[in-house]
């Protein structure tokens, strides 16, 4: 529809996939016949595009635009901490992140919604317990609030236990509250890029190739679990093994995201040229 309207698309700082049927194939072509460029976050994204053996055009990698997230000033920060009791604990806090896919986007018949909270409460409980720290669960998209609040009720130590979402403050006050925390385990891909802007190590629970890609991309590519490995006791060592090697993940990451920044700040100029043109 677009080619009749002359209108270009372009694929900003996206990634695709997955795509398991030809409906989903062709659908997929006809955009690439739209668009006059195509920007990615993550090499995943070009080689399905090559392996599909789709048409396309210039395919440039670079990064996801929220990498550049700025965060409030501290006043704002201290204020909603204030607000929402964060962040007391002498030993820290570790965040969590889930979404309301789970029946869709796990091992459907293997692990419900049910078995998946019954994971993230477990896990949450033995670090609570083995490492004296808070959990805070941050909610970037308003559907995955009841999912997350039915998790938290199967939490023993709820009082150690906060959530924050985006339905009460801005994705630029969500990064500056993940920055608080010392290591984040989440679903949701942009809990995990707004770690990455401030700084804050982080192990993705693999829903979707997008995170894997994105962790990829950031040289934190072996910080994954996938739901078929996915139990109390392996979560809960890999997200120790994380908070163990907190500062020397902090210190090697920056470096990669800083120029991952760069390389989204990029992309707008590539857009503009088209615009222009």
């Known amino acids: 529809f677009s080619k009749k309207k002359n209108i270009p698309i372009v694929l900003y700082n996206a990634s695709v996939g997955p795509i398991d049927h030809e409906g989903g194939r062709q659908a997929l072509q006809k955009v690439l016949d739209c668009s006059p460029l195509v920007i990615t ?145 989440g679903l949701r891909t942009h809990t995990l890029i707004f770690c990455a802007a401030v700084g804050t190590p982080m192990i993705s629970i693999n829903a979707y190739p997008k995170s894997a890609g994105f962790l990829k991309t950031i040289g934190m590519g072996d910080w994954c679990i996938d739901f078929s490995g996915l139990a109390v006791d392996s979560l809960t060592a890999l997200i120790r093994l994380a908070w163990d090697s907190r500062g020397e993940l902090r210190d090697r990451m920056v470096p990669v995201v800083e120029a991952e920044k760069g390389k989204a700040r990029a992309s707008v100029g590539l857009v503009s040229r088209i615009l222009a043109g």
């Open 41 to 185: 976050r993550d090499t995943q994204t070009r080689e399905l595009i090559e392996k599909l053996r789709l048409r396309h055009p210039e395919i440039v990698v670079h990064a996801d635009c929220a990498l550049n997230t700025q965060i409030p000033p501290e006043a704002r920060l201290q204020e909603i901490i204030r607000k929402e009791d964060l962040f007391k604990g002498p030993g820290g806090t570790i965040g969590l992140n889930i979404n309301a896919y789970i029946d869709d986007w796990s091992q459907t018949g293997s692990l419900s919604s049910r078995d998946f909270h019954g994971i993230i409460a477990g896990t949450a409980d033995r670090l609570i317990e083995e490492l004296d720290v808070d959990i805070l669960f941050t909610v970037t998209q308003v559907m995955d609030m009841k999912s997350t609040l039915d998790c938290v009720n199967l939490i023993r130590r709820q009082d150690r236990v906060r959530v924050v979402g985006n339905k009460d403050y801005t994705y630029q006050e969500l990064a500056g509250l993940l920055s608080r925390v010392q290591v984040h385990a």
